[in-house]
């Protein structure tokens, strides 16, 4: 393996470490309020949240690159307090992959707060815990299926996606080529060995991801038999 395929390797596995991270922050809160909320913008919310699924990447990333440029008031924001551009840098990156993938963790961890029932959290408020205290002691243990669901399908999308971090990364090696790029540009100059190890690599890690998802659903559904 090259030198700058290993470079893609270890960009990419930070990329979806940190996107995932910072999902795993975001999408609960959001999640629970599209699963349990009755607000009147809870669809608009939810179409928004699940327009990356429907919306082809290259748009998605061309109006992404516009935001995220020096022209545009959230580039000039994101300059200003920052100190470097935001399109074209690894931040940009991180940023859009939240953006994209924000659908692949929130649906999961949506439909696990659906299924999850009131009368556990009520007898925990009326022992007076808090909101805090719930999601730690109650919602957390009865739903961690569903965070490991999430986790791993918003790992490995962002492992693939191409299309988006193509328009907001460009082509910097080191910098912004992740492992998508590197094959894209293996299989342009005819290089398929290289292109091979690099495409071994993501079926491997997808096939892994998806046993890691299936195993855990299996063994959800053998407990909920018992």
Not at 14 to 29: M, R
Not at 61 to 85: C, D, E, K, R
Not at 113 to 135: D, K, M, N
Request: with cysteine.
């Amino acid at each position: 393996m090259l030198d700058t395929d290993l470079q893609a390797v270890v960009l990419t596995l930070k990329l979806a470490s940190y996107t995932t991270l910072l999902l795993l922050c975001i999408a609960p809160p959001l999640a629970w309020w599209l699963a349990r909320g009755k607000h009147w913008s809870r669809s608009f919310v939810e179409s928004i949240v699940t327009l990356p699924l429907v919306l082809p990447p290259t748009v998605l990333g061309f109006y992404l690159l516009i935001a995220f440029s020096p022209n545009h008031w959230l580039g000039q924001l994101w300059q200003s307090v920052m100190g470097s551009t935001l399109a074209f840098s690894f931040s940009g990156l991180v940023v859009s992959s939240v953006i994209y993938s924000l659908p692949f963790v929130v649906q999961p961890l949506q439909g696990t707060f659906v299924s999850l029932g009131r009368c556990e959290l009520e007898a925990a408020a009326t022992l007076g815990y808090g909101p805090i205290q719930r999601f730690f002691w109650i919602v957390l243990p009865m739903t961690l299926p569903g965070f490991v669901i999430a986790a791993a399908l918003g790992f490995a999308h962002t492992m693939g996606e191409f299309g988006v971090v193509l328009m907001i990364g460009g082509n910097i090696p080191g910098q912004t080529e992740v492992l998508s790029i590197a094959l894209f540009n293996h299989v342009e100059a005819l290089e398929y060995t290289q292109a091979h190890q690099l495409a071994a690599g993501l079926l491997v890690a997808s096939v892994a991801m998806l046993m890691l998802v299936y195993g855990v659903l299996k063994k959800r559904q053998q407990r909920m038999l018992l």
